[in-house]
């Protein structure tokens, strides 16, 4: 058996970056298809619509923005799990669920929070493409678009859907991070050995846990953030007017949303994995 190591607190931004420059375009069809309010195009159309207007870089709209926002959130609530964990068990003892819930809970709601400005210049630049070219804000990168939503519409603004987001980066890092380390423990303690398919199988859960959870409010938060200032006079308004679509409104865009929530969620965990054994710290003796 390798000798066991321990993730250094910054190896999750770094891994979710990595996975986001893979799974980029299918989080920008996500969001495509949860602003649509009349639902009539598929996924495929969807995509066949978007290159053969815009071009196959148009899948890549709002990249910059995708990776400012898994260098904050994910970046902070991954450092923040790990460090409490560590701090619990020093050695990478097992730590009981209830207590690793408790962790990614705290974890993700400090990463919601400073994740929200990058997440809705990300939104509204993946949305950006289908607008009228008059409609559209052309940001140039993620910074323009944070600098120019600010001089724009203010500080206040850039913090759109913070409820939301906060809420649903809760429900996504207890999804992801305890119910990956909770599949990995039974999984090792079956007879699985510490590898890629061990790890395959403990993110694929966490990833269709974490769709599961975070669905509803990832539609109302997406919603939040692409509206127009003054659209929605509360969240019980875009709730309702959400809910005009039926129960199954708010898990508009599920299948994309499990189909780019999946994929990402294996690759950053397996790139965690492997700077961990890689680039890790021993643990104490």
Known sequence: MSEKRLSRWYFGGLASAGAACCTHPLDLLK???Q??????????????????EQGVLALYNG?????????TYSTTRFGIYEVAKQTVAPSGEAVPFYQRVGMASLAGAAGGLVGTPADMINVRMQNDIKLPAESRRNYKHAFDGLIRVYREE???RLFSGASTATSRAVLMTVGQLSFYDQVKIFL????????????????????AVATTLTQPLDV???RAMNAKPGEFSSMWHLITYTAKLGPLGFFKGYIPA????????ILTFVFLEQLRKNFGINPPS
Request: proline share 2%.
């Open 188 to 207: 090792l303690k079956a007879g699985f050995s510490d590898n890629l398919v061990t790890h395959f199988l403990s993110s694929l859960t966490a990833g």
């Open 220 to 222: 109302l938060k997406t």
């Open 31 to 33: 969001v495509h298809l």
């Open 63 to 71: 990249l910059s923005a995708s990776l400012l926002r898994q260098l």
């Open 35 to 52: 602003t649509q309010q009349e639902g009539k195009l598929s996924i495929l159309r969807l995509t066949v619509k978007i290159v053969k």
């Open 258 to 265: 499990f189909v780019r929530l999946g994929p990402h969620t």
């Open 154 to 156: 203010g500080a206040k």
